[in-house]
């Protein structure tokens, strides 16, 4: 079955970086995109960032934009968020989401990843 796990969270300081993980296992990694979210106490799950199969493309939320990167390595079922010059707004659970293959719902809309991660905790201290 899917499973997608995250890492590399925790307590960093405003200004700082994080590189997150997912490692996927249970199916074909490169034949699918990625996508990131997040999920603040008391809010909607909110889209950061997705990236193709291949890695060629990535789209990525204008709250993050600049500051976060994602990559993928195929190789090693992985793919990564890295994060800097991180704010306290971007405290947050993080999780990765599988895309669905020819999914209709638009890439920032987590309906269109039916497997999650359990996600894993990002605190940016001021």
């Known amino acids: 079955q899917v499973r997608l796990v995250e890492s590399g969270g925790g307590l960093v300081q405003a200004g700082g970086s994080l590189r997150l993980s997912c490692a996927a296992s249970?199916?074909?990694?490169?034949?699918?995109?990625m996508g990131w979210f997040r999920q603040a106490p008391g809010k909607e799950r909110e889209f950061v960032g997705r990236?193709?199969?291949?890695?060629?493309?990535?789209y990525y939320a204008d709250s993050v934009k600049g500051r976060f990167t994602i990559s993928r390595d195929n190789a090693k079922n992985t793919v990564y968020l890295q994060m800097n010059t991180l704010k306290p707004e971007d405290t947050a659970k993080y999780y990765c989401?599988?895309?669905?293959?020819?999914?209709?719902?638009?890439?920032?809309?987590?309906?269109?990843?039916?497997?999650w991660g359990q996600g894993t905790q990002v605190t940016v201290s001021s």
């Open positions: 989401a599988r895309r669905q293959l020819n999914s209709y719902y638009f890439y920032s809309d987590p309906r269109g990843y039916p497997s």
């Open positions: 249970g199916y074909t990694f490169a034949d699918y995109a």
């Open positions: 990236i193709s199969s291949s890695g060629g493309s990535s």
